[in-house]
Structure formats: structure tokens, C-alpha cells
């Protein structure tokens, strides 16, 4: 068998004995089971939801949950079961998706503050704690007020906010590997920097990387809902559950609670599902 044979071997039973330890992790199989089942609500929507979400049904305004309308309906008569089930397809694509962007250029930033070190560190770590220094909803809220709201722009602007974030841990795994042995070699045989960081280096600290994606995915989902909630996030007719829960707050008072407890219970499940999964990773993972 040849070296890079046996090392293909080696991953790949590396990688099995990984998921074998996750599945063995409660935490871990429940967070999927919500992902999933919002997941399905996400891609079915409209062919799963039991009413269109835009349905207006006027003889049943704010009516209770029970009956036709399992979870009741809105100030408007729109059923929030089914806008609760198509509302998830704007959080699965937003949250994930700005998540990723955030982890992509935290990652670059990352390598390049950990492996250079000395000035370049210097500048780039000021300005990173700089933004750590301020609210991220308050700093999403200002840039959505001027950019405008949309899904491209709510994506954007918080994919840039976790950057520093991600950056901080990148930083902080690059610091450890890059006077290990490999890296020396490499640098012996004349290597590249930008090698060196993304062949060797970056291969080595995927753990944390993987870990942070998920916390950030968890993170995006409450930051999407809380700019909906503000109304610079997703925008009308949109069943977001943020938006909804924007919609309605107000008419608690009234003791119209259904169309605020249940989107919000969504969020939350999400979240927390997003978090089970995480731990289950950072357990496993930094072994």
C-alpha cells in the first residue's frame, strides 16, 4: 500500500470513528432530529402546511388554537401553524448561509493574524477587538437601516459581523500549530506561505472551525429573528418567525398569546437544537 493510500485509510477510518463516538452522544442525535424536522418544514412548506400561509381567513380572526386551526390564527386570520411551517424555509437559508460567510473570512483572517504574526497580527487583532467591542444587533440594525433590508443584505451583513469572531479562534489554533514540526518542514522545503497556511495548517485546526460554524449558525438564527423582530430583517409577506413575532407582540395584552409563544418556541427549538449539536461536536472533536 502506498503512503498516500494509507493515508486515505487512515482519514477515512479516522472519520468513522468520529461519527461512531457522535452518535453514541444524546445531545447530538436529538439536536439532529429537530434540525431535520425543520429542515423537511423548510423544503416541503406550502405542500406540508395544512393553509396557504397568506390565506386571510376573515370569519377567524385571532381565533384560539383547536379545531381547523391547530396553533390558531393572526391578526389577520392566517393560520400560524402553516406560516410557522413555511416561515422556517427564510431561517434555513439566511441563518446558514451568513454563518458560513462569517466562518469563510474569519477563517482567511484567522490564518493570516496566527501564521504572520508581528505587525500584520498587531494591526489586524486592533481592529478585529475593535468590532468585538460593539453590539453586534445594534451594529447589524444601524448598517441594515442605511443598506435597506433584504435577504441578501441581512445574510451579508451578518456573515461580516462573525467574522472577527471566527477570526479570534482561528487565531488562537494557528498560534499552536504553526512552530509544530510539519510546518517547520515546510517551510525548510521552500513552501509558499499561502501553502503552508491553507495545506497544512488549515487541515490540522478544521475541529474548531467546524465547532464555530455550528455555534455561529445558532447565533445567526437569533440575530435574523431579532433584526425581523426590529423590522430591518426579512421583509413582508414573509412568514418569518421574527417577523410574526414583530406582527403580533402587541396583542398579548389582549390575551392573544398564540401567534408570539409559538413562533418563538420555533426559534427557540432551532437554537437550542443547533446548540445540542454543537457541544456534541466540541466533545468529539478536540479529543
Same mark, same amino acid.
Given at each position: 500500500m502506498t503512503a498516500s493510500a494509507a493515508a486515505l485509510t487512515a482519514r477515512k477510518t479516522a472519520r468513522r470513528e468520529t461519527f461512531r463516538l457522535l452518535m453514541r452522544k444524546p445531545s447530538f442525535v436529538i439536536g439532529n432530529l429537530i434540525v431535520i424536522f425543520w429542515v423537511v418544514c423548510a423544503v416541503g412548506g406550502k405542500a406540508i402546511a395544512p393553509?396557504?400561509?397568506?390565506q386571510n381567513f376573515s370569519d377567524f380572526?385571532?381565533?384560539p388554537p383547536g379545531g381547523d386551526f391547530l396553533l390558531g390564527t393572526d391578526r389577520l386570520g392566517r393560520d400560524v401553524l402553516s406560516r410557522i411551517i413555511t416561515?422556517?424555509?427564510?431561517?434555513?437559508?439566511?441563518a446558514p448561509v451568513s454563518a458560513v460567510i462569517g466562518v469563510t473570512l474569519g477563517t482567511i483572517l484567522g490564518l493570516v493574524m496566527g501564521f504572520y504574526r508581528g505587525a500584520v497580527d498587531d494591526i489586524l487583532s486592533r481592529v478585529v477587538e475593535a468590532f468585538l467591542s460593539l453590539p453586534i444587533a445594534v451594529v447589524g440594525l444601524?448598517?441594515?437601516v442605511v443598506l435597506g *433590508? $433584504?435577504?441578501?443584505t441581512v445574510l451579508t451583513v451578518v456573515g461580516l459581523l462573525f467574522a472577527p469572531i471566527v477570526a479570534r479562534t482561528v487565531r488562537a489554533a494557528v498560534l499552536a500549530e504553526r512552530e509544530l514540526d510539519y510546518v517547520q518542514a515546510a517551510r525548510l522545503q521552500g513552501e509558499s506561505s499561502f501553502y503552508i497556511m491553507f495545506r497544512e495548517i488549515l487541515p490540522n485546526i478544521t475541529g474548531p472551525i467546524i465547532v464555530e460554524l455550528t455555534v455561529r449558525i445558532g447565533y445567526a438564527i437569533f440575530t435574523v429573528a431579532t433584526l425581523s423582530f426590529l423590522?430591518?430583517?426579512?421583509?413582508? *409577506? $414573509?412568514?418569518d418567525w421574527g417577523l410574526a413575532i414583530s406582527d403580533?407582540?402587541?396583542f398579548i395584552i389582549s390575551g392573544y398569546w398564540w401567534p408570539v409563544?409559538?413562533?418563538?418556541?420555533a426559534i427557540a427549538s432551532l437554537v437550542i437544537a443547533v446548540n445540542l449539536i454543537a457541544d456534541a461536536l466540541q466533545g468529539v472533536l478536540s479529543r
Open positions: 393553509y396557504d400561509p397568506q380572526l385571532h381565533a416561515g422556517a424555509r427564510d431561517v434555513l437559508i439566511v444601524l448598517a441594515l *433590508p $433584504s435577504n441578501t423590522g430591518v430583517g426579512v421583509q413582508p *409577506p $414573509s412568514p403580533e407582540y402587541s409563544v409559538y413562533p418563538s418556541l
